[in-house]
């Protein structure tokens, strides 16, 4: 089984930045690709970033050269710095295990992020 503990979210002014981070809290760590989503009310959730085990790394279009994903596999973590915050970012954000091998998919509790003035 595996938990995962978010944090890092808060109020930001429009243009600033957070780094939210991920802990992953179980066996195998490396064997999952992790990723970051988010979600506002009455919208489908979409992906924001994802990495692999080797750290390859995928952005989605509307963040690419604002924020960046990484992994640290001694502490079992995952992070998306987020810089130059829009309003339009303003979401809850949510961190995904996804075993490659069993296909497994785990899902952390969500972090807000708000971005106003």
């Known amino acids: 089984q595996v938990e995962l503990m978010e944090s890092g979210g808060g109020l930001v002014q429009p243009g600033g930045s957070l780094r939210l981070s991920c802990r992953f809290l179980?066996?195998?760590?490396?064997?999952?690709?992790m990723g970051w989503y988010r979600q506002v009310p009455g919208k489908q959730r979409e992906l924001v970033a994802r990495i692999t085990d080797g750290s390859g790394a995928n952005l989605a279009d509307f963040v690419k050269g604002r924020f960046t994903i990484s992994r640290d596999h001694a502490k079992n973590s995952v992070y998306l710095q987020m810089n130059s915050l829009k309003p339009e970012d303003t979401a809850v954000y949510y961190c995904?295990?996804?075993?490659?091998?069993?296909?497994?998919?785990?899902w952390g509790q969500g972090t807000q992020v708000t971005v106003s003035s």
């Open positions: 179980g066996n195998m760590f490396a064997r999952y690709v």
């Open positions: 995904n295990a996804n075993n490659i091998m069993t296909r497994d998919l785990f």
